[in-house]
């Protein structure tokens, strides 16, 4: 039977405490993954003691040192010897190894201790001796290891779910391998200690839980004790203040992390967390003029032709779509400095059909073609009209506003100086030569006698230079 509500209880066991209880003999490889008693869960068994003190005699066993796991065994079933404070109970050495120091030397002259509880040496001593003339498994072949080698060993094969590292820069402060802050009831050496065993625990006061009874440990005890329960992951994520894609390969036992070191993550890795990044955050992108110049085009054809489906390239929206529309172009990118210097006008272009980039340099063009020949830039940023600024004397006989998107929308034209000052700005290019080109005429040509100033705008040659070309 693996399921309890499968038994007629009188009393049927709390769901949490079932698994709970599930868990620890798990941990203590008591059962196998399919709920099943293992070989050391049988041997466990056997014994007529708490799961947690069962492991900790049998690996004793293993390890040569029963004597030290029946001392161990019995320090922690009984009431702690070593006497408290009666102003401050809750201040108290930790370490297990002081009582265990205190536990030896009272047997050796039986002589009172004063930071010591004779009545409970006496009861852990008493325990400890029907420990030892409990029958056992065989000794096994390993060497008798040191107390102070077995020891943490053994502690921490009984309660592995208590295994904590010291918090960075903090004294006294741990991180539990389930992932609950503990600190140590008093100070001591163990405080700096970076690995511990926490054996008595409560849920303390303020978040992090108390330990009053603890066993410092190595990193070497941890791997030894832990090995093949040790978690290899690969953690890739975007770093906020680093601004770039971060990633480290952990070493874990749960919220513990032994150690990191950083690898360069892959494409398939990386992009998706810039594109998460970029969607947030569209100003990690850097819309240069050419690729703004390109966004408002696609955006004046899609007010103007909207059956024709023209994706929406403006800021907002392109970054919201950056894992569809930019994903293909971020391979070897990995920082927002990178970003910045990335070309969107590919992207841009890769978002529009071979029909759509057809259109658009037909219907939205980036030159027009002016009367003198030359080729001028159309400012498609400059407001909901496209801006053409040409001097003035190169549109000479020009007697229609030039148009995009079919003749549906009229350029507004910026008539410049020679100085390339705009002294007129019209979107009805005939009606400027027929009323307003006269009186622009009389200013210009005393400011710039060397230019060409007819008084028929309509039969001059446009030119872009001081004397007309012949």
């Not at 208590?162 to 503990?182: E, M």
Request: charged share 25%.
């Amino acid at each position: 039977i693996r399921d309890p509500s499968r038994l007629n209880w009188l009393d049927l066991p709390q769901q949490s405490a079932w698994k709970a209880a599930t868990e620890l003999l798990f941990n203590l490889g008591a059962l196998d993954p399919d709920g099943s008693p293992t070989m050391m869960g049988k041997a466990m068994a056997a014994l007529p003691l708490h799961p947690r003190l069962s492991r900790l005699l049998l690996h004793a066993q293993e390890l040569g040192n029963r004597n030290l796991g029946c001392d161990l065994a019995a320090l922690l079933s009984e009431r702690d010897i070593l006497k408290r404070s009666a102003g401050r109970p809750d201040i108290c050495e930790p370490d297990i190894a002081e009582r265990l120091h205190l536990l030896h030397r009272w047997r050796q002259d039986k002589l009172e201790r004063t930071a010591a509880d004779v009545n409970a040496l006496q009861s852990v001593d008493c325990v400890a001796r029907q420990l030892r003339q409990i029958p056992g498994p065989p000794a096994g072949s390993e060497r008798s290891l040191h107390v102070n080698d077995s020891m943490p060993r053994l502690l921490l094969s009984a309660f592995p779910d208590r295994l904590a590292k010291k918090r960075d820069d903090s004294s006294g402060r741990f991180l539990l391998a389930q992932g609950r802050g503990v600190r140590l009831a008093a100070t001591c050496g163990m405080s700096n200690s970076a690995y511990m065993v926490a054996l008595v625990l409560d849920a303390g006061v303020k978040g992090d839980g108390v330990a009053h009874i603890a066993c410092a440990l190595t990193e070497n005890v941890v791997r030894d004790e832990y090995e093949g329960r040790i978690e290899t992951v690969r953690r890739v994520g975007w770093d906020k203040r680093r601004q770039r894609v971060g990633a480290t390969l952990e070493e874990r036992i749960g919220a513990i992390v032994l150690d990191a070191k950083p690898f360069s993550a892959s494409d398939e890795e990386a992009i998706p967390l810039l594109c998460e990044a970029v969607a947030s955050n569209p100003d990690m992108l850097r819309f240069t003029k050419e690729a703004m110049q390109m966004q408002c085009r696609v955006a004046l054809l899609r007010r103007c032709f909207p059956d024709k489906q023209w994706p929406d390239l403006s800021r907002d929206a392109f970054a919201k779509n950056a894992s569809k529309l930019l994903a293909p172009f971020l391979s070897g990118i990995r920082t927002s400095a990178q970003l910045q210097q990335l070309s969107l006008i590919p992207a841009f272009k890769a978002a529009l059909s071979w029909e759509q980039q057809r259109l658009l340099d037909e219907q939205a063009p980036a030159y027009l073609t002016v009367p003198s020949k030359h080729r001028v830039a159309l400012d498609y940023a400059a407001g909901d009209v496209p801006v053409l600024a040409v001097k003035l004397q190169e549109m000479f006989g020009c007697a229609d506003t030039p148009a995009v998107a079919g003749g549906r929308v009229k350029v507004l034209l910026h008539l410049l100086s020679p100085a390339g000052r705009p002294v007129q700005i019209t979107q009805d290019l005939k009606a400027f030569w027929d009323n307003g080109y006269l009186a622009v005429r009389k200013d210009l040509r005393g400011r710039y006698p060397k230019h060409p100033w007819p008084d028929n705008p309509w039969s001059a040659l446009p030119t872009r230079r001081v004397k007309p070309q012949k």
